[in-house]
């Protein structure tokens, strides 16, 4: 079984920069991604980022490639995502989340998933 809990949302201006973390515990297998997820209201959740174990692999989402960057810290099991250049749009709760294997790593069908942050932009 593995927990993912994620922390760092908040509330920012437009331009400004947050940072979120998740820490995992239990099974995080080397087959397997770590990804960033979020969903507005009244949205789908949608694809934001994700890591594979090693951190050789790397994608993100076109809406958030070159502000966000997203780095994980096996030693300590955790996974975070630097927010710059935050955008009104980029409002949304955002997720953790923990994928087995190697494949769909963009859809949200993901096997584990913390329990979501709050991100609010100001413009």
């Known amino acids: 079984q593995v927990q993912l809990v994620e922390s760092g949302g908040g509330l920012v201006q437009a331009g400004g920069s947050l940072r979120l973390s998740c820490a995992a515990s239990?099974?995080?297998?080397?087959?397997?991604?770590m990804g960033w997820f979020r969903q507005a209201p009244g949205k789908e959740r949608e694809f934001v980022a994700c890591i594979s174990q090693g951190g050789g692999s790397i994608y993100y989402a076109v809406s958030v490639k070159g502000r966000f960057t997203i780095s994980r810290d096996n030693a300590e099991n955790t996974v975070q995502l630097q927010m710059n250049s935050l955008k009104p749009e980029d409002t949304a709760v955002y997720y953790c989340?923990?994928?087995?294997?190697?494949?769909?790593?963009?859809?949200?069908?993901?096997?584990?998933w913390g329990q979501g942050t709050q991100v609010t932009v100001s413009s």
């Open positions: 239990g099974r995080t297998a080397s087959r397997s991604y």
């Open positions: 989340a923990l994928k087995y294997g190697l494949y769909d790593i963009t859809s949200p069908v993901y096997d584990y």
